[in-house]
């Protein structure tokens, strides 16, 4: 076709989108058209015949330069119209050079550093023909035992919201043109992690207030403040309706409400499933539901390239939905400069794990590591310690720190924790090793043989947790304990007599009550990347002084879930009255709080301000503190700043994030942290489901945890303030969650 390609102007880089789109979509035919709203996964004979006649937009995982560029060819120079694909990955936490996983990156409490990792996964994916993630995992999780908790930023949507804007500004850059940068995904919309009992792809019912509450906020700060530019609607039934089929979060909220003009993609045989979830008898009525709902392409399910065209032709579709559908998904191929660019260019290859690469993997992984305990200021250890036992089956385990979704990660990149000590210790420390036993199974054979290495030596670091596929997709754990016999490990180690450190990893909150109680020192350590068994050590030896904070409330037990910081009041709070909220058979509190992390060194905080200046939309709570380093060494404190609205019209949580700093400090030094709260941050809403802000008092707490308030304030807040939200007001009177 390469010849007539100057007179059509949708080739023109010059002409702005909308005319480009106008042009290419007059010029296509219906089957081109639907060819564009459906994407396969990997290559195949029958696909790439379809390449050839203009029947895919997209693929997954197909990866690698080279690959990429051979069947690009064939859709830029042997189709008809030469409209190219769009590659899509699952670049989660890094493409080759693999990063924390975002659960642990969520504990660094650290914006940019996140940003950070996703530029970098950004530049190494997209130098090998990538240029669409299926990232980031924004879905809000309050039930540890669902395995997708790994995959987002924990049980908070004001956190979760930091984190999504970062990670879309990392993938995305500042140009969705420049080469460098990858579309951002934003999933599983939506509500995705209240699965039912944890369950994964599992019923959700929720009400709509804690939908737009809870569960919408990340998504709305990726896709409205950070301009993510794909979407990917979820499995799960959402209150009824799956949430792939769902006209009023697909289109009234996120298209209506919000503005998005990218497209959506299926996740992964959703639409298919719609006929499993039984709101469609076949496929074609599947295929139906879905994109008359909002999803623009279909992932996987072939129900679109099987039905759409007749549908229309048989007048039960619209061409309209069809053409405004393939508008989208043109629109992002053009913004992303793939008509100019369609060929990852080999020469980019050596931007992958690159040192530099690398040493950001460190850096993110010394910061997501969360100090959970550490009596009698046990850690850090000193490197001329004379003798160290590093036991327990994940201690030398290179598969484990790639955690799920690991992309084109290595395990021969990866730094192990005995590795990781062993290079860190003085030549004259003794470094015994020995597994001890299996993260699964019932033999107790090495128990004797770590025992005695116990024994022989000054410490024993014990790392025990989940294999990195206990967590992520379609990985549910029924129970939260340490799997297999490693608490029993843990136990025999203790009972040498011998002082144990414990490093987790894990991609999920465990309820670890034992240890908590009588394991002197805890690392919560997740799954950190190639960088791991260097960034553990870092910490335990003192190089790095640990300043990550939990994103997500660990329970004491499995029977408290569902449990985070944020609940309710309820009209009998706990406490050591027989008749109130809780279970006699378990200390009301979690083990470990939201937001909880030590450090080597101790802060002070003083001095709160609390201000309010201002009236209606333009009324500003400027919140000031100090925070001073008084102990001996210099480290990170992550001042939180929490808020509770005293009286209101509806119930509301005891406390909310409202505000975080990572700040380091010097010892003796003093830093002044201050907060600017909006009205928006204030509101909530009421009984009408409107958002406003009402008069009466805010409680103000700051601290080092939700549990570690260190200085309370208050402020007033004299006059209703009314928003409006757009075609909000249309969706709420049909109710977001009734039937069209
Ligand atoms: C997952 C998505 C993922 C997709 C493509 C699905 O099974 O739910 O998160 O992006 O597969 O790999």
Partial sequence: MGKSKGSRSYLNPKLPIGRRIDDLLRRMTLDEKVGQMCQYSGLSEESETWVREGKVGSFLNVVGAEATNKIQRIAVEETRLGIPLIFGLDVIHGYSTIFPIPLAMASSWDPGIVKRAASIAALESSS????????????????????????????????????ARAMVEGFQGSDLADPNTIAACPKH??????????????????????LREVYLPPFKAAIVDAGACTVMSAFNDLNGIPASANRQTLTEVLRGEWGFDGFVVSDWNSVGELVNHGIAGTAAEAAKEAVTAGVDMDMCADAYRRSLARLVKERKLSIKVVDEAVRRILRIKFKLGIFERPYADPGRSKVVKSKENVEAALDAAR????????????????????????????????????GSWSCQGDPKDVVTVLEGIRSKVSAKTKVLHEKGCEVEGSSTEGFAEAVRIAKDSDVAIVVVGERGDMSGEAASRASLDLPGLQEELVK?????????????MNGRPLSISW??????????????????????????????NPGGRLPVTFPRTVGQVPIHYDHKATGRPPSEERWTSKYIDLPWTPLFPFGHGLSYTSFEYS???????????????????????????????????????AVASVT?????LKGFKRVTLKPGEVKEIDFALTPEQLSFLDRR????????????????????????????????????????????RRGINQAR
């Avoid at 406003?692 to 700051?702: I, L, R, Y």
């Fill in 515 to 544: 240890s908590a109680a009588n394991v002197p020192a805890i690392l919560e350590a997740w799954f950190l990347g190639v960088q791991a068994g260097n960034a553990i050590a870092d910490v335990i030896f003192g190089d790095c």
């Fill in 492 to 504: 025999a180690v203790h009972g040498a007599g011998v002082k144990v450190v414990e490093v987790l």
């Fill in 652 to 656: 509301r949580p005891v406390k909310e």
């Fill in 128 to 163: 090998q023909g990538i240029h669409w993630t299926f990232a980031p995992m924004v879905d809000i999780a309050r039930d540890p035992r669902w395995g997708r908790i790994a995959e987002g930023a924990g049980e908070d949507p004001f956190l979760g919201s930091a984190i």
């Fill in 689 to 732: 489901l409107e958002r406003v802000v009402e008069p009466g008092t805010f409680t103000v707490m700051v601290g080092a945890s939700s549990e570690d308030i260190r200085l309370t304030g208050s402020f007033e807040v004299k006059e209703r303030i009314a928003f409006s939200e757009g075609r909000r007001k249309a969706s709420r």
């Fill in 189 to 210: 919309y939506v509500a995705y992690g209240a699965a039912e009992g944890g369950r994964d792809y599992n019923t959700v019912d929720i009400s709509e207030r804690t």
């Fill in 367 to 402: 910061r997501s590591i969360v100090l959970l305990k550490n009596e009698g200021n046990l850690l850090p250890l000193d490197k001329k310690i004379s003798s160290i036992a590093v036991i327990g089956p994940l201690a030398d385990d290179r598969y484990a720190p790639l």
């Fill in 607 to 645: 001095g709160l301000k609390v201000e309010r200046k201002g009236k209606g939309r333009a009324m500003e709570v400027k919140i000031a503190l100090k925070v001073k380093n008084v102990g001996g060494r210099e480290g990170d404190e992550v001042v939180q700043l929490y808020l509770r609205d």
